[in-house]
Nanobody, 112 residues
Framework: QVQLVESGGGLVQPGGSLRLSCASS?????MAWYRQAPGKQREFVAT???????NYADSAKGRFTISRDNAKNTVYLQMNSLKPEDTAVYYCNSWNGPLNYWGQGTQVTVSS
């Protein structure tokens, strides 16, 4: 049973920073972050392959950085210049071909 455990969420003021972590019980080619705001569909944030190839949603470019430690099977999301519209539950995702797994999510709230 694959487990993905997210951490690092919380309450932060606009303009602040947070670093999310997701530890996986297995190794995967791709790892990613998604988010879901209240009343909205889950949306893609960023992804990174085991080779370090990254891709970002337009909303994340220039503010968020995804990275991973393959030795620890852990993916990170450094979020800077946070805005109230970044408020959401952030989910970790990992995949190898057709295999796809999700974490339970961690809440990020950006508010003054």
């Amino acid at each position: 049973q694959v487990q993905l455990v997210e951490s690092g969420g919380g309450l932060v003021q606009p303009g602040g920073s947070l670093r999310l972590s997701c530890a996986s019980s297995g190794s995967f080619y791709g790892m990613a972050w998604y988010r879901q705001a209240p009343g909205k569909q889950r949306e893609f944030v960023a992804t990174i392959t085991s080779a370090g190839r990254t891709n970002y949603a337009d909303s994340a470019k220039g503010r968020f950085t995804i990275s991973r430690d393959n030795a620890k099977n852990t993916v990170y999301l450094q979020m800077n210049s946070l805005k109230p519209e970044d408020t959401a539950v952030y989910y970790c995702n990992s995949w190898n071909g057709p295999l796809n797994y999700w974490g339970q999510g961690t809440q990020v709230t950006v508010s003054s």
